[in-house]
């Protein structure tokens, strides 16, 4: 099955639940945090795998803490303006880790490559919970 999903984060953005509540949205330094599974993600989801991460194109002040990168664009974008933006594409799983790692690679390659547009990846693994099949994906 393939599954790709692209969403913007906006400063000082709101949504509608389901139930109808409005909720802050995410900002970009909970999206670094959720990507990574660091900070309150640590323990995300039980029997996730994180098979890589990586930050890049980082100004020289965020290289060592791409999180630090994350979180100014939250505090100094302009009110309502985009933080960041987030895909999702669902990998093969009949690739091995570093068969997807390097496809991981080449994409994010494609995406940020020519602008140099910071980036940070993570690639997560976790069974389906309908048929329990490996669902490695890219974010």
Request: contains cysteine.
């Amino acid at each position: 099955m393939f599954y790709s999903n692209l969403r913007h984060t906006i400063k000082n953005g709101t949504f509608t639940t389901k139930s109808g509540k409005q909720k802050k949205a995410p900002t970009a330094k909970n999206g670094f945090h959720y990507i990574t599974r660091t900070a309150h993600f640590a323990k995300h989801k039980e029997g996730e795998k994180v098979e890589f991460c990586l930050s890049g194109n980082m100004p020289d002040w965020a290289e060592k803490h791409p999180s630090k990168f994350w979180a100014s664009a939250d505090q100094h974008e302009i009110e309502r303006g985009r933080t960041s933006t987030s895909f999702t594409f669902a990998l093969p799983n009949n690739l091995t880790p570093y068969q997807r790692q390097k496809l991981a690679l080449d994409l994010i390659q494609e995406i940020t490559g020519e602008h140099k547009f910071p980036f940070t990846c993570g690639i997560h693994s976790h069974k389906s919970e309908i048929d329990g099949i490996e669902q490695p994906h890219l974010h």
